[in-house]
């Protein structure tokens, strides 16, 4: 069962544009992440954010968890056709162990 | 360093075939991973593995799949019979084993087409 609702489910932007993707999730976590999908390089693991912090950056990578609203967001800045890709949010829960929970995933498609 | 290795990459077979899944993960992970991905949709875990021991198999179909991680390194995902609704990418992934962060590193994949 997936956890995690991703909103959009599609986004189309032009490079240099920022793109926000967000996830809503269920239950209590120790950790959500992110991770990004294409069809060249598979599935690669991007942020982890922990349930005790509120933002993370990482290069042009900025996350936010607001475990009150069981909700996060990612924003890529000044994106790049490189970008182009579907992108996962997943949780960690803090009774599963390390199981991780998948959403359905935002597909970005960045056009030059 | 090599990431996890996932043989074959496509695989095409009629139903009520039986099927299986290589998977080497990264040196020294011990934690390992089976996961279902169907199309549109995020990975679903099916099995995870603690060196030798299967440790969450509950998402895992057992009536017709099954798996194992002999010697804490290698895992095979087997399917048998196969079932037109197995199409799926089959995921392998591995973690250190670390206890409350879990940074999984994911391989490329096999593709599954039940026909």
């Known amino acids: 069962s997936q956890q995690g609702e991703e909103d959009p489910q599609a986004l189309s932007i032009q490079e240099g544009e920022n793109a926000t993707m967000n996830c809503s999730y269920k239950t209590s976590i120790n950790n959500l992440q992110w991770y990004r999908q294409n069809s060249g390089r598979g599935l690669v693991h991007l942020i982890l954010?922990?349930?005790?912090?509120r933002e993370k950056h990482s290069g042009r990578l900025r996350v936010t968890l607001d475990t009150s609203k069981k909700s996060s967001s990612l924003l890529i800045t000044a994106s790049r056709a490189a970008d182009t890709a579907s992108y996962f949010c997943?949780?960690?829960?803090?009774?599963?162990?390390?199981?991780?929970?998948f959403g359905e995933g935002t597909q970005l498609t960045v056009n030059p | 360093e090599a990431g996890v290795v996932q043989s074959p990459r496509y695989k095409i077979i009629e139903k009520k075939q039986p099927v299986a899944f290589w998977c080497n993960p990264i040196?020294?992970?011990?934690?390992l991973y089976w996961y279902l991905q169907n199309l549109g949709q995020g990975p679903e875990l099916l099995i995870r593995y603690e060196n030798e021991e299967a440790v969450d198999d509950s998402q895992l179909p057992k009536d017709r799949f099954s798996a194992e991680r002999l010697k804490g390194v290698d895992s095979t995902l087997k399917i048998q019979p196969a079932e037109l609704g197995d199409s799926a990418v089959y995921l392998c992934?591995?973690?250190?084993?670390?206890?409350?962060?879990?940074?999984?590193?994911f391989g490329p994949g096999t593709r599954l087409l039940v026909l």
């Open positions: 040196s020294g992970h011990n934690t």
């Open positions: 954010i922990r349930s005790n912090e």
């Open positions: 992934a591995s973690s250190l084993g670390q206890r409350g962060e879990e940074t999984q590193y």
């Open positions: 997943a949780t960690q829960e803090s009774t599963s162990g390390s199981r991780l929970t």
